[in-house]
């Protein structure tokens, strides 16, 4: 059966994560909704990357096998009528035919995560950025990002009771910038466990706030213990902003 995927964009603000779960409006539930809505058959949708609850995204993806779009050569009129759908927080971008086997998971490359600090208020911002009104050093945050670079091991970065096979990513690029007045942190790899970039940014502002030096952000990471680490940002300072493929 042809295989789609489907391209799509959110404020995660009012949802309590990308994947369906019971008794919680998601991403995948209200997606899938909209699809049963307009093509009047149940889809079930598989995600290319998880985001947790209040977690936005620029980009992400899901796959499904239909028949019913076969003979559409123009698939920019289930985008149009699923957008008009979908609640005001959701977009479909796209929706493109792919091979019968990929797999929006699986065949993705490479995913890009950023995170905003902004330290003057700003009303806004409040819902896409974290309000941390303290200074510290760029520079320090950036040698703790390049000593990011160095590792492959995130054990310490993923928080407990999560349902992987290894702990090790391939971080391929890792920065801290300023940008129209805010902070913004950057990092895209491989893939991603559960609470790591959110660890990342909790502990290297933490560290930085009290001008700890890059051995202590070292010895977190090869400690392998998530106690040690402060997952405790907002979530909606995060947002999923590209999923690569080849």
């Known amino acids: 059966m042809p295989r789609y995927f489907i391209e799509v964009a959110y404020k995660g603000t009012n949802y309590a994560g990308f994947q369906k779960q019971d008794n919680a409006k998601t991403i995948q539930s209200e997606v899938e909704k909209a ?41 920019s009129k289930p985008v149009y009528h699923l957008n008009a759908i979908l609640p005001p927080a959701i977009v479909v971008k796209s929706i493109i035919r792919v091979k019968d086997d990929a797999h929006c998971r699986f065949d993705a490359i490479s995913r890009t995560y950023e995170y905003v600090v902004y330290q003057n208020k700003d009303p806004f911002l409040q819902e896409m950025g974290y309000f941390y009104p303290y200074y510290v050093d760029i520079v320090l945050l950036q040698q703790f990002a390049t000593e990011l670079m ?32 805010c902070l913004i942190y950057r990092v895209t790899g491989n893939r991603f466990l559960r609470g790591m970039v959110k660890g990342m940014v909790g502990t290297m502002l933490r560290l930085a706030l009290k001008k700890q030096s890059v051995e202590q952000f070292r010895t977190i990471l090869v400690s392998k213990n998530p106690a040690m680490v402060d997952f405790a940002v907002p979530s909606h300072g995060l947002t999923l902003r590209e999923v690569n493929y080849k």
């Open 150 to 181: 160095q590792h492959t091991d995130f054990e310490s970065f993923s928080k407990k009771n999560t349902q992987v096979h290894t702990f090790n990513c391939s971080i391929r690029s890792c920065e801290w910038s300023i940008e129209d007045g």
């Open 35 to 75: 699809l049963a809505i307009y093509f009047r058959i149940d889809f079930n949708l598989t995600g290319s990357s998880r985001t947790d609850a209040g977690v936005h995204a620029r980009q992400n993806f899901f796959h499904f096998d239909t028949d019913v779009l076969q003979n559409q050569a123009d698939l």
